[in-house]
């Protein structure tokens, strides 16, 4: 499975990545609501977090409800059966399991279909999907 | 409301009340935001003559409409108030988090009024509003204040806090975002120290709504492409301002030895832009931004090796480098931080060191009268002791800290001819006797000596417009004025619209994609000439006229020694003429006040904001 990949040494943490995703996954500015982070740090900024696409996920196994399925992209979240308990965020150990600040669902980067929009954004090529 | 928010947020921090103002969309089509909006509420909620340092002064921090979206350069905040070093209008820029957090929080803009009563951080979360206790780290230096700020919670906050300088009321006081990025001109520190505020922290969690959102994305790409296809992007990319070193230096226009000379000879090769290129760890964006322009840098040699900050950005290397007559960047970078962790403005301290070295050299000061300190040019460790007075108005430093003015009015003996400032702002890095339109634009500048309002140079020295003369410059001053105007009121920082470069009229389009305003670059430029005579309104009710638009002796009457501008003098007359043209432009009187046609013109009524 193809995944998202961090160049940490050519992020400058302008956060275009939360942006974009955030308009690409919910119409909206907001990047609170955003599947992938940039982590603040000085005065060498921060790189982002996403979701790794763990072939055994921490997240899933944490998931008392199955509600954490994989499909032929990636990992993703069936909010059918997701009761918010956030045992996925906490079991993650990457932090790269994230809370919608609009409606406290937990989110993961689900890869755009294929078409990670926040790689297609990044200005410096500090992400790369292969 | 697209875009905006509509709200201001007002706090009256000595009866720890809030309130929401609604900013009509008539006002906002009308001054747009940031500098534009800033003028007009300042205006409308300043009492006239007040001391800026007193609880009547009110301090405002404002955002645009292309704040925290994806617009290129949308990461600023804008701080407007009475300059307590100038006692004119104040609009002060920095970027950091907080700037798009005040959105997601839910509000264009905050308001403080009044004094807290005791030292205190201002919290907004939402719709939350607090005063919390300050006294943990009331006294600590800005970068330790905002770690324990930011220790806080577990999130991320937008943060703004003053060090030391901003506490002791130091005119010349910085205000920090992020550590490193600062709101320096102008004294805004102080205004905040007065406030009793040590710093203020914002987080949102709403959403910006967005007129046209699937278009403003689909705006990104070609904003890439201009970027890649422009060499003067490039360049800014890979250097960062120290390039502009290299340009101001053989200009003949680099501030060297307080202004004595514009060429620090040899100095590309150790302050300019491959010196600092050498240095540099890490490029660092601001929020949204494609171009990443600033550099953290740790100096590889020197007496001060290993001292790491972001920047210095060019000012920085001007007047804390060359115009202290120093070479080794290493004690450039340690100058830097040391004016950022005490909250302090660089330009400002460069001048004023400066101008005590030249004081010293021609024997006017004696080493007794800097407090035992030798005051050479070139003597760096020196310059870093009298920064650390300046922020603890020690010794000598509590005189420094009201400015270069000030300090010569005290020592008189026609030192005057030297102070380098204007409506007792000092000079940025650019010697206006190799570019004369600088010289009006400094003078015209509202908040005193600036070069982000209009620079002349850019022409004047990179294009095909003749440096030395008057000619015709007052209108390339207003032109370049109106430009940055809307940049800063939209609000945006002015590099991706020069080095992307990202016209108004995308920019226009940008506003329109955020807000559904449709306005046109002429409609844009007739709203910065109305915001121009808005804020020139403010200064002259403050009692500013034509007599405080001035130029340093030294700037209209001796020629600079070397370079390209050597021998060439601009003039009393010539430099009054350039005045009175930019005057008639504007449509103000001879005496610099704005005609009553004017006010009709751009339809400038008074009082909108004044029960607030």
Known sequence: MSKIKVNSNKCTGCMICELVCSIAKNEEVNPKRARI????????????????????PLCREGCPVNAIEINDVSITINYDKCTKCMKCVKACPF???FIDVKDGKPIICDLCNGDPQCVKYCPKGALTYK | MKGYLGKLLKINLTTCEHEEIVLPEKTLKKYIGGRGLGAKLLYDMLKPGVDPLSEDNVFIVL???LTGTLAPGGSKYVVITKSPATGAFLDSYSSGIIAPEIKFAGYDGIALTGKAKEPSILKIYNKEVELISAKDIWGKDAFEA?????EMFNEKWGTMVIGPAGENLVKIASINSDYYRQAARGGGGAVLGSKNIKGIMVRGTNEIKINNVKQMLAMQEPAYKKLKDSQIGQVRMKYGTPFTLDITNSAGMLPTYNFQTGVFKGAEDFLGAEAVYDNIIADRACYGCMLACSKVVKAKKGEFIGEVVEGPEYETLGLLG????????????LSNKLCDKLGLDTISVGNVIGFIMECYEKGLLKKEDIDGLEMEFGNSKNAHILIKKIAYREGIGNLLAEGVAAVAKKIKKGTEKFAMHSKKLEFPAYDPRAAFGAALAYAVSPRGACHRRA????????????????????EIVKDMFDENTIYHSLLVCDFPGKFIPITIEDYSKYLEICTGFNFTEKDLYFIAERIETQIRLFNVR????????????RITNEPLPEGPPAGKIIGKENFEKMLTEYYSIRGWDESGIPKSETLKKYGIEVGDFLDV
């Not at chain 2, 403050?542 to 002796?553: C, L």
């Open chain 2, 322 to 333: 060359s115009n202290l007559g120093i070479k080794d960047l290493s004690s450039v970078v």
């Open chain 1, 95 to 97: 932090n790269a399991v």
């Open chain 1, 37 to 56: 982070r940039v982590k603040e740090a000085f005065p060498i900024p921060g790189s982002p977090v996403v979701c790794s696409q763990c072939k055994k």
């Open chain 2, 146 to 150: 905002e770690t324990k700020m930011k």
């Open chain 2, 542 to 553: 403050e009692g500013f006229s034509r007599k405080d638009d001035s130029m340093p002796y």
């Open chain 2, 455 to 474: 620079w002349p140079p850019a022409i004047e020295v990179l294009g095909n417009i003749p440096p030395f003369t008057v000619e015709g410059k007052a």
């Open chain 2, 63 to 65: 955002t645009g409409p």
